[in-house]
């Protein structure tokens, strides 16, 4: 025997229930209300009044978005990685953020490399993989150099 039915949810608290788990950028939420709704005409014009009150309201937010993708990416993402996944969401960091993920960039890479493999390539092809895997995880390829040729150590620059 089947139970009741549960009603069916609104877009506008659809679009609350996924806020609710985490930040979303417009271009997201948009996406994942038009496949809750159908990709009717009315549908699309419905989304863009439900997002246009949510972001009225302050409960969607694209500066939100941007720090909190830029808080949970910053640990084990070089800058390139990102603001590449910002790009995506047709966002990017405000001048500010920019400056201090650039500024930070270094310190940070030298992190993820000493967690990953903690002593330099003895070999060129050892240190090649380092940067390989320095490069796909989105740092420029002036820290992966310095990185890989120096290690961890903090008085290279």
């Not at 310190?107 to 895997?133: D, H, S």
């Amino acid at each position: 025997m089947v139970g009741p039915s549960r009603p069916r949810l609104s877009l506008t608290a659809r679009a609350l229930q996924a806020l609710a788990q985490r930040e979303h950028s417009r271009h997201e939420l948009r996406a994942k209300l038009l496949r809750w709704a159908g990709d009717e005409i009315e549908a699309e014009a419905e989304v863009e009044a439900v997002l246009a009150k949510l972001a009225q309201k302050g409960q969607l937010s694209e500066a939100r978005f941007v720090e909190s993708r830029v808080r949970t990416r910053v640990e084990r993402y070089g800058n390139r990685r990102i603001e590449h996944e910002l790009r995506q969401h047709g966002l990017a960091p405000d001048a500010g953020m920019r400056a201090q993920l650039l500024a930070t960039e270094l310190v940070r890479a030298r992190e993820v490399w000493r967690k990953k493999f903690g002593v330099p390539g003895a070999t060129a092809a050892e240190r090649a993989r380092q940067a390989r895997f320095l490069t796909a995880r989105g740092f420029s390829g002036d820290v992966v150099r310095k990185v890989v040729l120096h290690g961890a150590g903090l008085d290279a620059a």
